[in-house]
């Protein structure tokens, strides 16, 4: 099962995860949210649209911007609306194939 781990904790877990350009999203109901604090950074996708960030917030650690999603995603990339995916900072494994978007 796909599991994210940062600082030694787990943030998110779930066998339903969406691969879309070799990230896991994991649905939002599989995070631990009291870990996420919302951060001012957005980017934009030519074909999943515009990101809004997530930082993470561990016992005091912080990592900006580590997680990321698209609230509104355009129609080639709806499989990932309500999912949440990690950069690199975060171990995401295993980094085995699910579902692709």
Request: glycine share 6%; charged share 25%; aromatic share 12%.
């Amino acid at each position: 099962m796909p599991r994210a781990v940062w600082n030694g904790r787990l943030i998110a877990e779930s066998d339903d995860t969406v691969i879309v350009e070799g990230n896991h999203y994991f649905p939002l109901d599989a995070v631990r949210t009291e870990y996420l604090t919302a951060s001012d950074k957005h980017t934009i996708c030519l074909w999943k649209g515009r990101a809004s960030y997530f930082s993470l917030q561990v016992e005091g650690d912080r990592l900006e911007h580590a997680a990321w999603y698209y609230p509104k995603p355009f129609k080639l990339a709806a499989g990932i609306q309500g999912r949440v995916a990690f950069e690199s900072g975060v171990t995401v494994e295993p980094q085995s194939m699910r579902r692709t978007c």
